[in-house]
T-cell receptor, first 113, second 115 residues
Framework: KAGVTQTPRYLIKTRGQQVTLSCSPI?????VSWYQQTPGQGLQFLFE???????NKGNFPGRFSGRQFSNSRSEMNVSTLELGDSALYLC????????????FGSGTRLTVV | AQSVTQLGSHVSVSEGALVLLRCNYS??????LFWYVQYPNQGLQLLLK??????LVKGINGFEAEFKKSETSFHLTKPSAHMSDAAEYFC?????????????FGAGTRLAVHP
């Protein structure tokens, strides 16, 4: 069965631009979470979506937003990009049952110049 | 508040030696605990998880971890290191609150394996 697919794998953007990242979960996985990974801050939780609703949000500014579609695919958007937004953005999905391990995608490497 | 501490940002072992990566957690409720591995330019791969039941958990690639409530620890071990084990390892605890949940990660331990 296909894994978690994140597109694109690499992205270079200029400060002030906006970017949209995509995550397609494993079939049957209804929960999609997003994490930001940087050398300085490590892995930090951005938000979680379940059945098209944002259930949980981390401590990130409003420039970071997301959504989930009826087929459970999720997108995250970052507006007015800053240099500090350069990071690996990881998507993690799970079926929504209690005893689970999250399955991660390979990530999108965003570089802001 | 729940948190995870990984002791040692870098660990170096010889091929064939025991691997021990340390993880301590703090949690006000019975935790769900995870170990993930990350290879360069890759996402995170689940090695093993503890939810309930047996405290010694076996995972993939010969790794195992033991949940010790009295020590609030979940250390990862492998009896004999292989060159392919060189990677970064993350311990995580799942925080559940109000019907939603998220993973809280430790800072990671980079494992080097030398011949």
């Amino acid at each position: 069965k296909a894994g978690v697919t994140q597109t694109p794998r690499y992205l270079i953007k200029t400060r002030g631009q906006q970017v949209t990242l995509s995550c397609s979960p494993i079939s049957g996985h209804r929960s999609v979470s997003w994490y930001q990974q940087t050398p300085g801050q490590g892995l930090q939780f951005l938000f979680e979506y379940f059945s098209e609703t944002q259930r949980n949000k981390g401590n990130f500014p409003g420039r970071f937003s997301g959504r989930q579609f009826s087929n459970s695919r999720s997108e995250m958007n970052v507006s007015t990009l800053e240099l500090g937004d350069s990071a690996l953005y990881l998507c993690a999905t799970h079926p929504g049952t209690s005893n689970y391990g999250y399955t991660f995608g390979s990530g999108t490497r965003l570089t802001v110049v | 508040a729940q948190s995870v501490t990984q002791l040692g940002s870098h660990v170096s072992v010889s091929e064939g030696a025991l691997v021990l990566l340390r993880c301590n957690y703090s949690s006000s409720v019975p935790p769900y605990l995870f170990w993930y591995v990350q290879y360069p330019n890759q996402g995170l791969q689940l090695l093993l998880k503890y939810t309930t039941g047996a405290t010694l958990v076996k995972g993939i690639n010969g790794f195992e971890a033991e949940f010790k409530k009295s020590e609030t620890s979940f250390h990862l071990t492998k009896p004999s290191a292989h060159m392919s084990d060189a990677a970064e390892y993350f311990c995580a605890v799942r925080l559940d609150s109000g019907g939603y949940n998220k993973l809280i990660f430790g800072a990671g331990t980079r494992l080097a394996v030398h011949p």
